[in-house]
């Protein structure tokens, strides 16, 4: 079945660490985006893609970097630069070119410091 | 700019009750529509659609109506079971520009047998 897996599931940072998530789809979607999702808080867009090697910041990029070097995968490394980066993390897929296709998501990746 | 305000949770209803979500939006000209679930501990699902004016999109017993004149894509179900608790989203994509998304804050969904 063709879907979008993120991993891992947990992942746990340590004060002054770099993570990366991992988020691949095999839909054959150009577009891919990274959202961080507060409790109580909706979904607020960190970065997106619509193309290989090409991406876009988003409303909350300050503290992330992603890279796009194949179609189906788009890393999110938080940094730490990152201050708060406690959250749940969803990455996200779509069709480019047609404005009403729905984005379609992973089962997220929860971020914690120890 | 383009923005989606959502009824504020959380809401508990009893089993079979009639559900109702409100969801307003303010964008330029016809963006399009969307209600996403996410369910404990899981990622986001696509629950219906609607991409034109009076267009209404349904599924699983729930149903939502496009209506620019009050720009309003409400979200309801006759009868909700215990297994629709969840939270849901409401969210649209602008007419034009790139496929992004602008989502509500959610509204958390509890129902009691």
């Known amino acids: 079945d063709g879907g979008i897996t993120q991993s891992p599931k947990y992942l746990f940072r340590k004060e002054g660490q770099n993570v990366t998530l991992s988020c691949e789809q095999n839909l054959n979607h150009d577009a891919m985006y990274w959202y961080r999702q507060d409790p109580g808080q909706g979904l607020r867009l960190i970065y997106y893609?619509?193309?290989?090697?090409?991406?876009q910041k988003g409303d909350i990029a300050e503290g992330y970097s992603v890279s796009r070097e194949k179609k189906e995968s788009f890393p999110l490394t938080v940094t730490s630069a990152q201050k708060n980066p406690t959250a749940f993390y969803l990455c996200?897929?779509?069709?480019?070119?047609?404005?009403?296709?729905?984005?379609?998501f992973g089962d997220g990746t929860r971020l914690s410091i120890l | 700019g383009d923005s989606v305000t959502q009824m504020e949770g959380p809401v508990t209803l009893s089993e079979e009750a009639f559900l109702t979500i409100n969801c307003t939006y303010t964008a330029t000209g016809y963006p399009s529509l969307f209600w996403y679930v996410q369910y404990p501990g899981e990622g986001l699902q696509l629950l219906l659609k609607a991409t034109k004016a009076d267009d209404k999109g349904s599924n699983k017993g729930f149903e939502a109506t496009y209506r620019k004149e009050t720009t309003s894509f409400h979200l309801e179900k006759g009868s909700v079971q215990v297994s629709d608790s969840a939270v849901y989203f409401c969210a649209l994509t602008p007419q034009t520009g790139a496929n992004n998304l602008f989502f509500g804050t959610g509204t958390r969904l509890t129902v009691i047998p």
């Open positions: 893609s619509q193309i290989v090697n090409d991406f």
């Open positions: 996200a897929s779509s069709i480019v070119g047609h404005l009403n296709q729905p984005q379609h």
